[in-house]
C-alpha cells in the first residue's frame, strides 16, 4: 500500500466523516464563489469560449488534487497562465476559433506532458532555472499587459486601446458597469473581506442588465452551452506549428510550476510538512492534459484562490471533490444565469484580482539586496513589454541572465588572502588590513568547489603572488570552503603541488574535507613528504604558523 499510494496520493486522504465533509463543504462553497466567476472571466483573457473556463475548472481541479501531495491548492485558470495562452497564439489563429480551440488544447498536452516527465523523473530542480528576479520581472510585466488588454472592455472603448489616441468612442454605460464593478470589487476586499463581493456584485450586474435590456445595446456574457465537456482531441497541428508551441509551452510550464510553488510551500509549511515537488509538478501536469482532453486550455494554481482554500478551513483533498460538485451543478443548471452579465463587469473581475500583483516597490527592494539581480528583473520586465504579443520571451531571457550571471559567478570564485584577526577569526587580510599570518607565507580561501570553473582563478591567484612575492617560502590553502573536486580541479591542484615543490616551497592545507581528500588520494596527488603537510583544523594550522599557544 505504501508503495501504491506513492503514486496515487488520494489513496493517503482520510476517511470522510459527516464531520469532515460539513467544514470541507463549507470552504469549498467559500472558494467557489470566487472561483466560478475567475475561471469565465480568465477563459475570455485566454481568448477562448467563456465555457471552457468552467472547463478547466471542472476535471483538472480534481484530475490534479487526486495525484498531488498538496491537497488544497487551487487548480483552474489563472491570470498569468490564461495572458500567457492568449499571447502566444495571437497571429497562429483567430481568437475563439476552433484552429485557436485547437492550438491551446496542444500548449496544455505539451505543458502538461513536461511536467508529469519532470515530476516523474524526481527532477523538480529544474525549477531553480527560474529566480525569483526573473519570476518578479515577468509576473509585474504580465500585470500591466493583462489590466491593459482589459481597459477596452473596462472602459466600454469602442476599439483597440490604442484608439484612445485617435477620438476614442465610449459606450458609457458598458464603461459603468465596469467602473462600478471595479469600484465595488476593491471596497469589499477593503472593507467586506468576508462577503463574496465578487458574485454578489456579478449577480447584480445580470439582474440590472436582465431588467433594463442591456443586452440589446452592449455587450454581455451570452448563452454558455449548458452540460459537461466532451472528450476532446486536436487534430494535428503541422509541424510548423507545434515546432512555434514549444517556446510558450516550455515558459508555460516554468510559470505554472513556480505558482504551483508559491501555494504549496504555503500549505506544507504551516503542516509541518516536507514538500514533495515532484508528486505536485505529477499533478499539476496530469491537471493540464485532463483540462486539455476536455477541450480547454492550460490550468495553473491560483495563489489566491489557494490562500482562500486555507483559510476557509479546508482540511484534505475533500473539499476539492465538495468544489468539483459545485462547479458542475453550475455547468449543468446555472450556465444560463450568466447571460446577462456584463462583459465590463467580467473584465473588472479580472482587473481587480491583477491589480494586487503590481508591486513596483519590489524593484528599489531588489536594487538594496543585490543590484544584479534587479537588473536581471528589469530587463525581464522590458523585455516582457516590449515582446508582447509573444511575451515568453521575458521570461526566457531572464533564465539566461540569471544563468549566465550564475555562470560568471562560477567563473570568478571569491579568493582572499586571510589574516588572522584580533577576535581570533581568519579574514580578508587586505580589507581588515591585518597582518600575513607569517613571513614569507601566503594564506588563501576560495570559498568555491575545486571544479573546472574555478580551477583557474585559483590557479591564476596563486601564480601572480608568487611573481609578485618570489621569496616565499610557505602557502596554506584554507580548504574549508571546498566541498568537492572534479578532473580539472585534480590536474590544476596536481600542476600548483608540483610548481610549488619545484620552487622548494611548501604546501600546508588545513581543513580539507574528506571527500576532497579521497579523490585527491586516489589521484595521488597528497604523496606523503615534507614539502606537503595536512591539518585537520584552522587551529591546528595556526599553531603550526606560531601565531596561537599550543
Known amino acids: 500500500m505504501p508503495r501504491l499510494s506513492r503514486w496515487f496520493p488520494f489513496l493517503n486522504w482520510p476517511r470522510p466523516t459527516p464531520a469532515l465533509l460539513r467544514g470541507e463543504v463549507a470552504a469549498a462553497l467559500t472558494v467557489a464563489v470566487v472561483m466560478v466567476p475567475q475561471s469565465v472571466a480568465y477563459a475570455n483573457l485566454a481568448g477562448m469560449p467563456l465555457v471552457t473556463g468552467l472547463y478547466a475548472t471542472f476535471l483538472p481541479m480534481l484530475a490534479a488534487v487526486l495525484f498531488s ?7 483552474g485558470p489563472s491570470a498569468l497562465s490564461s495572458v500567457l495562452v492568449g499571447a502566444s497564439l495571437i497571429g497562429m489563429a483567430e481568437p475563439g476559433s476552433a484552429q485557436w480551440i485547437a492550438l ?27 529566480s525569483s528576479p526573473v519570476l518578479t520581472g515577468f509576473s509585474q510585466a504580465a500585470a500591466v499587459l493583462i489590466i491593459a488588454s482589459q481597459l477596452p472592455g473596462l472602459l466600454g472603448l469602442q476599439g483597440p486601446l490604442s484608439s484612445l489616441l485617435e477620438g476614442p468612442r465610449f459606450e458609457w454605460e458598458g464603461m459603468a458597469y465596469g467602473l462600478v464593478s471595479l469600484a465595488l470589487f476593491e471596497l469589499g476586499k477593503r472593507k467586506f473581506p468576508r462577503l463574496p463581493m465578487v458574485l454578489l456584485v456579478l ?29 476532446y482531441w486536436p487534430g494535428w497541428p503541422g509541424w510548423e ?39 505536485d509538478l505529477v499533478g499539476q501536469g496530469v491537471g493540464k492534459l485532463v483540462s486539455g482532453l476536455s477541450g480547454s486550455f492550460p490550468t495553473s494554481t491560483s495563489f489566491s484562490r489557494s490562500a482562500i482554500t486555507l483559510y476557509a478551513g479546508a482540511k484534505t483533498g475533500w473539499a476539492t471533490v465538495a468544489a468539483t460538485a459545485i462547479v458542475l451543478v453550475v455547468l449543468v443548471a446555472l450556465t444560463p444565469a450568466l447571460y446577462h452579465v456584463p462583459s465590463a463587469a467580467l473584465a473588472a473581475v479580472v482587473v481587480a484580482a491583477v491589480m494586487g500583483m503590481i508591486k513596483p516597490r519590489v524593484f528599489k527592494a531588489l536594487w538594496q539586496v543585490n543590484r544584479v539581480e534587479a537588473v536581471t528583473a528589469a530587463v525581464t520586465f522590458a523585455i516582457t513589454v516590449l515582446s508582447a504579443p509573444r511575451i515568453y520571451w521575458g521570461v526566457l531571457t531572464g533564465v539566461l541572465l540569471g544563468l549566465a550571471h550564475f555562470l560568471y559567478l562560477r567563473l570568478h570564485p571569491r579568493i582572499i588572502e586571510v589574516g588572522l584577526h584580533p577576535d581570533g577569526s581568519l579574514r580578508d587580510r587586505h580589507l581588515w588590513g591585518l597582518a600575513p599570518l607569517a613571513g614569507q607565507a601566503y594564506a588563501l580561501r576560495m570559498d568555491a568547489e575545486l571544479d573546472f570553473a574555478s580551477a583557474t582563478a585559483l590557479e591564476r591567484a596563486l601564480v601572480e603572488h608568487l611573481a609578485a612575492y618570489p621569496d616565499t617560502r610557505h602557502v596554506c590553502l584554507f580548504a574549508q570552503p571546498i566541498n568537492r573536486v572534479d578532473a580539472t580541479g585534480v590536474e590544476v591542484f596536481g600542476a600548483l603541488r608540483k610548481l610549488l615543490q619545484g620552487r622548494g616551497i611548501t604546501l600546508h592545507i588545513s581543513g580539507m574535507k574528506m571527500p576532497v581528500e579521497q579523490v585527491l588520494r586516489r589521484a595521488g596527488e597528497l604523496p606523503e613528504g615534507p614539502q606537503l603537510r595536512l591539518y585537520r583544523t584552522d587551529i591546528e594550522a595556526l599553531q603550526a604558523f606560531g601565531r596561537l599557544s599550543a
Do not use: F
Open 241 to 279: 506549428s507545434l515546432r512555434e508551441l514549444l517556446a510558450p509551452a516550455l515558459v508555460l510550464a516554468l510559470v505554472s510550476s513556480l505558482e504551483m510553488a508559491a501555494s504549496a510551500k504555503i500549505e506544507n509549511q504551516k503542516e509541518g510538512r516536507r514538500w514533495d515537488a515532484n508528486q
Open 69 to 75: 501531495a498538496s491537497t488544497r491548492l487551487s487548480v
Open 203 to 231: 449577480a447584480a450586474a445580470g439582474a440590472l442588465s436582465a431588467y433594463t435590456g442591456y443586452d440589446g445595446r452592449g455587450r454581455v456574457v451570452g448563452e454558455l452551452p449548458a452540460g459537461l465537456p466532451s472528450l
Open 104 to 130: 491551446a488544447v496542444w500548449l496544455a498536452l505539451l505543458a502538461g506532458a513536461m511536467q508529469l516527465v519532470v515530476g516523474g523523473t524526481g527532477s523538480a530542480w529544474v525549477l531553480n532555472l527560474v
